[in-house]
């Protein structure tokens, strides 16, 4: 893990910020352990969780408990990002916008040799931005079916039976989808990239290093030094290119 000068580090997420993400780590991973079961339960290791849940109406319960934890984790989530909106420092930065697409084929150049530079990132890069958004759009996706299949007698009353088995398949193929994402592009971001490996510790102990924060999100970097926000000690010289195309980071 590239450390930087000492231990000179400067606040990436606040305290909420990362029980938050604890929060959701957890009953993510509870939703994906009680839920895969029941779509694979014709198979050993689904029976055999479904057992160790202590039966499939425990499971099940299990499973919407949590469900209406991830839900309600995600409206605070909306709620905080609307309030904090106008902070002048580490905002939510999280909308995607041309410059993100932009930045992203020029990332491309940069990763495969053919120029020499790479974009200027701010608080959050394109990589962060899409699988923010993926979340939050996975998250919607999971809790609409999720509901459709609680409450299929009600939603009945408005819209074709047939939306329930649909609900279902859905539900099913976005858990999978989503539980792939997080162990191919999460833990390649978080854990398995060169110069985090073998973990970004930023989302657990809520700091960046200084040197970091400089090579992977140069712009941030220049907006605290403008600020006076970064510690003592630090070369006054606002951010350059990264070094090495070794990938960007999640924290
Ligand atoms: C976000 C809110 C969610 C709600 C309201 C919800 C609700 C439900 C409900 C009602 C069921 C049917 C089983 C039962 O009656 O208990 C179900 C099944 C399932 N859930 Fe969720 N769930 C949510 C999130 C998730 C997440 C995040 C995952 C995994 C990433 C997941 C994975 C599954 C799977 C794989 C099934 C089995 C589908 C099948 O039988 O084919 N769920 N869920």
Redesign the pocket.
């Given at each position: 893990m590239r450390g930087g000068r000492g231990d000179s580090a400067v606040e990436r997420f606040s305290l909420a910020q990362r029980v938050e993400h604890f929060l959701l780590l957890i009953s993510?991973n509870v939703?994906?352990i009680t839920?895969?079961p029941?779509?694979y339960s014709g198979e050993g290791w689904g029976e055999r969780l479904i057992v160790l849940f202590g039966g499939i109406g425990q499971t099940?319960f299990i499973?919407?408990t949590v469900?209406?934890i991830?839900?309600a984790l995600g409206l605070y989530h909306l709620l905080v990002v609307v309030a904090t909106r106008k902070r002048p420092v580490r905002r939510h930065d999280m909308n995607l916008s041309i410059r993100d697409i932009r930045d992203m084929f020029a990332d491309l150049r940069f990763l495969s040799g053919r120029s020499q530079e790479r974009p200027r990132f701010g608080r959050f890069d394109y990589r962060q931005k899409f699988e923010y958004l993926a979340v939050l759009w996975g998250?919607v996706i999971?809790?609409v079916t999720?509901?459709i299949?609680?409450f299929p007698s009600l939603v009945t009353q408005w819209l074709p039976g047939v939306v329930v088995p649909a609900a279902?398949?859905a539900?099913?193929g976005?858990?999978?989808l989503?539980?792939l994402s997080v162990v191919l592009w999460h833990f390649y971001n978080a854990h398995f990239r060169p110069d985090v490996f073998p973990m970004d510790p930023a989302m657990f102990s809520g700091k960046i290093t200084v040197e970091r924060l400089r090579h992977e999100h140069p712009e941030e970097f220049d907006e605290l030094q403008e600020l006076g926000m970064l510690p003592e000690g630090h070369s006054p010289e606002p951010a350059g290119n990264p070094p090495a195309p070794t990938g960007s980071g999640t924290a």
């Open positions: 993510f939703l994906v839920g895969l029941q779509k099940r499973h919407r469900a209406v991830l839900v998250t999971m809790a999720g509901l299949m609680w279902r398949v539900h099913g976005e858990a999978l989503a539980m």
